[in-house]
Structure formats: structure tokens, C-alpha cells
């Protein structure tokens, strides 16, 4: 049942099939490049895209502006401890400030860092400290169609052979990221995370979580792990993440705010290191780069994201959205992941090669079909690697509604029906780096110059 009721209401409006036509055309067949305006339903992201609460927006006025000894800081060490279980906070401007916070305090040049899956800015900050990202997720991470309760964890035999190779002296952080948003969302078990601390202690490492989405994670422990069957979110959330050093946590997923992060832990000596880290590429320790408002807000979100009714909803409604789905034939990656629905673009449009990019040109057909935006995941975002090619649509946090959903549904329906006629994509022009070359290329149908 949903546990919330809508106070603020924004218009959103379908475009003219002949003016999503030329909207696609001018964006390059990129949707990165539309306007927000032309967009009917957009699940291109849940980061930052959320609905906030009345008692959100009610912190946002109480918000303390100072630039040192802030009281909304003071609310946000407190959310902190009492939902997450850490003393020390360190703010930053969102997930990523955090982690160049986090990563440059702990990872040198030529040091090897395993994590399940990096995310995409968790790979370009351990790379940025000159040392290598290595994923070490379970085999049946990467298969769309393989059946499993926990898809999201660590290999522990991946992350020990990195260590054979390398030599523990140069592995001085284990990473788990939780869900496993590089793995199409999917849970971590406590059991997992246990096993992980384990190996950390073993070869004298750190062990750091990426908290982002630690309650729609903890849900699914609660649905999931047996020993957990009779657990609050709130009491999961609290033993997952005190399996950790410290936690880097980006406040626009499950911190339920528009803008912000942090890096949070129980070490003296690695708050002390981050502080002075922060100051540098962040702000003053107790603002970190955010409004004085915008802490309060997110101090009040971290709270709301481990209530039982809330994140029930939220993992239900991707449930109810991957349900539609499957029910009118799409091909979707399974189980369902917390936040976002993968559809297998590799089966949807089997007749295109990757190499015609068939995730980006199903992301096109759903704006064109129906003003839906997602995003491509697959031979076009990750050049060079053999991922599935996926496309993920993304919930935003109490956003959207049940005809919402639906129409997504009938959206890729109708563009299942008219699948032998969708034609692949090539580049038109790309920027030099590859790695992120998918916010800004501009693409066009293959055979059309
Ligand atoms: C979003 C995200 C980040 C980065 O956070 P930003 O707020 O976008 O900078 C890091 N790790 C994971 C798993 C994320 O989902």
C-alpha cells in the first residue's frame, strides 16, 4: 500500500508524434540532448529526480546557512548515526565529491581496489588516484535471464585472486557497492557483506560500502535472507552498513534529496584525513559544498528511506512496472533490481549486431512511441566490453503513478510489435573519451548518410 498522498502537482505533457520525430532528429538520437519539456515519462535516472516530503520541504526553510558549526549539520550527524550507526560525517556536494574525498584519502598510485561492480564515478575516482578499479561480481551478475535472490554480491574467489595477483600490501580497500547499481540493481546479503569483512581483515584492508541505495537493499534482505525474516529495514540497514570502515553515500538516491552526499565512518584518523580533503575540494567540514538547506533536507530524507512503507512501495512499484512489462512480452533482465527495470535490448532487437546498437536505438523507439526516456546501458555506454546490452528505466522516488507505469508498458508494447522494422544506429560524432562518450555523441539511423 502506498504510504504517501500528492501535496504538489507538476504538468507533464505528451509532444505531437511529429514533434517527438523532430526532437529526436535535433538530439542526435541521443536523449541525453532533449529537453526535459519534450519528455513525457523520464526514467533516464533516479539520482536526484525524486519527490520530497512536506517534512522535507519544511527542512529546507529551517535550513542553517552558517558557514561553520551548522545546525542543519548537526541534524545530519544525528540522521547519520541514528539510522547508518557512524559518529563522523563528512559532507560533500553529491556521491562523487564524496568519493574523491573517500578514495583520495585511502587509494595511492598503483594500488589495486576490488569492488562488485564500480560504479561508473567510482571507477574514474580510483583510476583518478592512479590505482586500477577491478569488478568482482558473481557469474550470474552479467546474465539477463539467470534466476537468484542475491545477484548483486561479491565473488569472494574474484576478489582473492586479485589479491593472489597483485599481493595484499597493494589491495588497501575492498569496495561493496549496495544494490549493485552496475549490475542492474540488484542486492547484496548481509551474508555477503559479512564474508567481505572477513577478507578485509584477512589481508589488513579497509572495507568501504557504497551506501546509495542501502535501504532498498536492506528491503530485500528482509524479503530475502532468512536469518533477516523477521527484521525492520531500519535494523538491517544498521547491520549491513556497520559491517563497514566507512560508508560513501550519495544523498540523490536513498538519502531522498535533490542534491548531495558524504562520506561517513568510525575512524578518528580517516575522518581527520577526509576533513582536510574536503576543505580542499568540497567546502568547510560542516557544509562540504551543500546549502545549509539542502543538508537538512537530505537529513530528513536518510530517515524517511528506512521506513517500512516507503520502501516497500518504492521496490514494489519497480516490481509492478517489470510485471507490465514481462505481461505484454518485453524482455527485461530478472529478478527486478530497487530501483530501475533493465530491458534485454539484445532479445528485444535481436536482428541488430551490437555494433548497430540496438540499447540506443530501443531507447529512441520508446521516446518515439511514447515519449518515454530511458538509457542505454550496453555496447554504446561501455565501449569495448562484452556487457548484455541493457536498457534501464529508472524510477524516480515517489514520482510517478500506476497509469504512469502502464503507459510505459503499452509504450514498449507497441514498439515490440514494430520491432523487425526498427532500424540500427551509428555514430555520427563522439568525443575523444570513449568512456563517456554516450552523454554527448550524436548518433543517426545506420544507412541514412
Ligand atoms: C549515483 C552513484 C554514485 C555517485 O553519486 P552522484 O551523487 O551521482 O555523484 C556512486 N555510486 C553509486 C552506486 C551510485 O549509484
Known amino acids: 500500500m502506498v504510504g504517501y498522498k500528492s501535496k504538489v502537482a507538476e504538468q507533464i505533457h505528451l509532444p505531437s508524434r511529429t514533434k517527438r520525430e523532430r526532437a529526436l532528429e535535433e538530439a542526435g538520437y541521443n536523449v541525453f540532448n532533449l529537453d526535459s519539456e519534450d519528455v513525457f515519462i523520464d526514467l533516464l535516472t533516479d539520482s536526484g529526480t525524486g519527490a520530497m516530503s512536506d517534512e522535507q520541504w519544511a527542512a529546507l526553510f529551517r535550513g542553517d546557512e552558517a558557514y561553520a558549526g551548522s545546525r542543519s549539520f548537526g541534524e545530519l550527524e544525528d540522521a547519520v548515526a541514528d539510522v547508518m550507526g557512524f559518529s563522523h560525517v563528512v559532507p560533500a556536494h553529491q556521491g562523487r565529491g564524496a568519493e574523491n574525498v573517500l578514495y583520495g584519502s585511502l587509494v595511492e598510485e598503483g594500488d589495486v581496489v576490488p569492488n562488485n561492480t564500480h560504479f561508473d564515478t567510482t571507477r574514474a575516482h580510483i583510476a583518478n588516484q592512479g590505482a586500477d ?13 539467470a534466476d537468484g535472490p542475491f545477484k548483486g554480491n561479491t565473488s569472494l574467489e574474484r576478489a582473492r585472486a586479485v589479491v593472489e595477483e597483485h599481493g595484499p600490501e597493494r589491495v588497501p580497500v575492498v569496495v561493496q557497492t549496495i544494490t549493485n547499481n552496475s549490475a542492474a540493481g540488484q542486492p547484496v546479503s548481509v551474508e555477503n557483506s559479512r564474508a567481505v569483512r572477513e577478507f578485509a581483515d584477512e589481508i589488513g584492508a579497509s572495507f568501504v560500502i557504497d551506501a546509495c541505495r542501502f535501504a532498498e537493499n536492506a528491503y530485500f534482505v528482509t524479503e530475502r535472507e532468512d536469518e533477516f525474516a523477521d527484521a525492520s529495514v531500519a535494523d538491517v540497514a544498521r ?47 560542516t557544509y562540504g559544498g551543500m546549502a545549509g538547506r539542502d543538508i537538512a533536507a537530505m537529513a530528513v530524507g536518510l530517515r524517511e528511506a528506512v521506513d517500512e512503507a516507503y520502501v516497500a512501495d518504492r521496490v514494489g512499484q519497480v516490481q509492478e512496472l517489470a510485471d507490465a512489462l514481462e505481461s505484454v512480452g518485453v524482455p527485461i533482465y530478472t529478478p527486478a533490481g530497487g530501483h530501475a527495470v533493465y530491458l534485454d535490448a539484445g532479445a528485444f532487437l535481436s536482428h541488430l549486431e551490437p555494433e548497430a546498437f540496438p540499447g540506443q536505438a530501443l531507447v529512441c523507439e520508446l521516446y518515439r512511441e511514447g515519449g518515454v526516456r530511458g538509457v542505454e546501458l550496453g555496447s554504446f555506454a561501455f565501449p569495448d566490453t562484452d556487457r548484455p546490452e541493457l536498457v534501464r528505466l529508472a524510477l524516480p522516488r515517489r514520482t510517478y503513478h500506476r497509469e504512469h507505469l502502464e503507459h510505459v508498458a503499452e509504450t514498449a508494447a507497441a514498439v515490440l510489435e514494430r520491432r523487425e522494422d526498427v532500424s540500427g544506429l551509428e555514430i555520427e560524432e563522439e568525443p575523444e573519451m570513449a568512456e563517456i562518450r554516450h552523454f554527448t555523441a550524436t548518433l543517426e539511423p545506420t544507412g541514412s548518410s
Open 239 to 285: 547491520e549491513q552498513l556497520g559491517l563497514a570502515d566507512a560508508v560513501v553515500m550519495s544523498g540523490k538516491k536513498d538519502g531522498l534529496a535533490n542534491a548531495g552526499g558524504f562520506v561517513a565512518t568510525d575512524s578518528d584518523a580517516l575522518y581527520e584525513s577526509c576533513k582536510q580533503r574536503a576543505i580542499l575540494y568540497e567546502g568547510f567540514p
Open 133 to 145: 578499479p577491478v569488478d568482482c561480481p558473481v557469474d550470474d551478475a552479467r546474465d539477463p535471464a
